[in-house]
């Protein structure tokens, strides 16, 4: 009977053991949940009292920027920003590029507006440059836009910056835009082509390294036969400008591509090579032969 009890005593005392041990694992479970609970809220308060803190601070970048007449006055002085003819803009291009110290590539790849500082991005009115840059950002790249805005009267003064001084060939411009003209009849089709190039200059910022984005450039370029625009493209026809210029053959042949490409994106490819025929035939006094030229004289051949 003593025997049996003390069994029964040893099973008893097992079985609350196990339950003890099991709701001490449980309790020190639940401590640490309530643990990691109050450390997720701390936390979410911290990010609570930031955004407080950042919702203040814009607040107050408003009061000082956008609500600053004083840095308002830009858009009052001399000729108007807002105008159809708006020469300041095709001007501030200009001087943006430097185009009387930089070759056009090096110019464009400096700029300001194309490649603005993130408080030009920021802040629209903080300056005059930063509401270039959002000026230009917000302008609607389609074909019938753009004819809009390229009034006569503006492309007139662009030709008459680009004789002056002989800017147009010493800068870069004339090899630079020879070349797109020379470019857009072997690729203006071929979308494949230029959807490829577009996805490479996309990921060359985001995934590629420079070799790898180069690579990838090199090998789609060399299905096309470019020799002639090399040739445009070489140190010996580029540019006056040699002690100034970063690019090589190399990298302004891989421009042009990506020039159409990017036109062919926007879906405006046909426009921007008339206004590029217009501008070298009234700059550099050349008449541009392309398909449809040929097609005319062709009867009267």
């Not at 700029?111 to 991005?121: E, I, R, T």
């Not at 302004?252 to 921007?272: G, V």
Request: glycine content about 2%; aromatic content about 12%; overall charge negative.
């Amino acid at each position: 009977m003593i025997k049996k009890i003390s069994v029964t005593l040893l099973i008893v005392f097992v079985l609350l053991s196990c339950q003890s041990k099991a709701t001490k694992a449980e309790i020190a479970k639940l401590k640490q949940e309530t643990k990691d609970q109050q450390v997720l809220i701390d936390s979410l308060k911290n990010f609570n009292q930031g955004l407080i803190g950042f919702q203040d601070y814009f607040k107050n970048e408003r009061e000082t920027y956008y609500l600053d007449k004083d840095k308002l006055l830009f858009l009052l002085e001399g000729t108007s920003w807002f105008s159809l003819n708006n020469r300041k803009l095709v001007q501030y291009f200009f001087d943006d590029f430097n185009l009387k110290e930089y070759d056009v590539y090096r110019g464009i790849e400096n700029s300001s507006v194309l490649y603005p500082a993130s408080h030009d991005v920021l802040d629209i009115f903080n300056s005059e440059s930063s509401f270039v840059v959002h000026m230009v950002s917000k302008i609607d790249r389609s074909p019938e836009s753009l004819e809009k805005l390229c009034t006569p009267e503006l492309k007139e003064m662009a030709y008459s910056l680009l004789r002056k001084n002989n800017l147009y060939k010493a800068s870069g411009a004339y090899a630079a835009v020879k070349g797109l003209l020379l470019s857009y009849e072997d690729i203006k089709d071929d979308k494949d082509f230029l959807s490829t190039i577009y996805e490479i200059a996309e990921n060359a910022t985001n995934e590629y390294d420079y070799e790898e984005s180069y690579e990838a450039f090199q090998n789609t370029i060399s299905e096309k036969n470019s020799d002639e625009i090399r040739a445009i493209l070489s140190d010996e026809n580029y540019t006056t400008y040699y002690e100034n210029t970063r690019s090589t053959v190399d990298s302004r042949l891989i421009n042009t591509y990506c020039f159409w490409a990017r036109r062919s994106k926007e879906n405006n490819m046909a426009f921007t090579y008339s206004l590029l025929k217009d501008l070298h035939e009234n700059v550099a006094h050349e008449m541009v032969l392309d398909d449809e030229n040929l097609a005319q004289d062709a009867p009267n051949s």
